[in-house]
């Protein structure tokens, strides 16, 4: 049995979820969030306790895989609807800089040309300064993969540290050439 999709989803104050067909819709204060469910698992809302529960239809592999995916991605619905999800990323090296055009933002970092990314419209973009980026939505996977897209603009490299990282990442460094002789 599945360990995390047995374990029911909490419902808290301000927050409602219901299901038309195989899709589950969470409505809070922050956001409405919608996903379409798989076949293979059922998704059922108790009211007293305000509650999810997901429950599978067979015991195959594929069933127990998608019995735990999807309680937590509702999981992750309802704990975003409440308090958005937050990535914060930072820029290192001299001239590298980060700018938000429109709904675009612009990076500078070592290249000849300024790569532009457009911001997606669930994503909230704000920049503290021009080598920080702070990044917030509802939706993880969102907030998430843009935060992907900008790291592997230009990843941090090994011998000086430039690049763009995690707030919280840390990088591991190479002596180089100079230590060996």
């Known amino acids: 049995m599945s360990r995390i999709g047995k374990k029911p989803v909490t419902i ?22 919608r996903i379409q469910h798989h076949q293979l698992v059922s998704v059922n809302v108790e009211k007293e306790p305000a509650q999810v529960v997901v429950t599978r239809s067979d015991d195959r592999g ?5 019995h735990g995916l999807t309680r937590a991605l509702i ?20 001239g590298y800089q980060a700018a938000i055009t429109g709904k675009s933002l612009t990076l500078q970092v070592g290249f000849a040309n300024k790569i532009v990314l457009p911001i997606p419209p669930n994503v909230e973009c704000v920049l503290p300064d021009n080598t920080h980026i702070n990044l917030k939505s509802a939706d993880k996977h969102a907030v998430g993969q843009f935060a992907a897209n900008i790291r592997s603009v230009r990843p941090p490299e090994p011998y000086k ?8 990442e840390w990088v591991r460094r190479k002596s180089g050439k100079a230590f060996g002789a």
């Not at 104050?13 to 969470?26: H, K, L, N, Y």
């Not at 594929?62 to 998608?66: G, K, N, P, T, V």
């Not at 540290?161 to 919280?168: D, P, Q, T």
């Open 62 to 66: 594929e069933s127990r895989a998608l």
């Open 161 to 168: 540290g430039k690049g763009i990282r995690y707030a919280n």
């Open 12 to 33: 808290p104050a301000g927050v409602t979820v219901t299901i038309q067909d195989r899709e589950v819709i969470v409505k809070g204060k922050q956001a409405e969030l």
């Open 75 to 94: 999981n992750n619905m309802v704990l975003g609807v409440v308090t958005p999800f937050e990535k914060k990323l930072e820029i290192q090296g001299v």
